[in-house]
């Protein structure tokens, strides 16, 4: 079993910046892909940025490349993501999620999810 625990987001002005974190315990492998969605009030659930914890293969979505950095500290079993040049349609309840396949991260099949952070970005 994979416990997600979600922490980082707040209240910010557009143009600024946010750094999440996701603290992973329990039966998390090397070779699990670690990713994060995030759903808007009234939206679908959406791709955000998913890696390996061992690196390399890390998969953005195109509305936050350039601008969102997925990073990991294998030591203390966490996940980052560090948005930048944050935008009011950035605002949405983000969460970690984990599995063995990155291919079932990146379509929302994943088997781990976090209870989620709120984002909220104000122009």
């Known amino acids: 079993q994979v416990q997600l625990v979600e922490s980082g987001g707040g209240l910010v002005q557009a143009g600024g910046s946010l750094r999440l974190s996701c603290a992973a315990s329990?039966?998390?492998?090397?070779?699990?892909?670690m990713g994060w969605f995030r759903q808007a009030p009234g939206k679908d659930r959406e791709f955000v940025a998913a890696a390996s914890w061992s690196g390399g293969g890390t998969e953005y979505a195109d509305s936050v490349k350039g601008r969102f950095t997925f990073s990991r500290d294998n030591a203390k079993n966490t996940a980052y993501l560090q948005m930048n040049s944050l935008k009011p349609e950035d605002t949405a309840l983000y969460y970690c999620?984990?599995?063995?396949?990155?291919?079932?991260?990146?379509?929302?099949?994943?088997?781990?999810w976090g209870q989620g952070t709120q984002v909220t970005v104000s122009s």
């Open positions: 999620v984990a599995d063995r396949y990155l291919i079932r991260v990146v379509t929302g099949e994943y088997d781990y």
């Open positions: 329990g039966r998390i492998f090397s070779t699990y892909y």
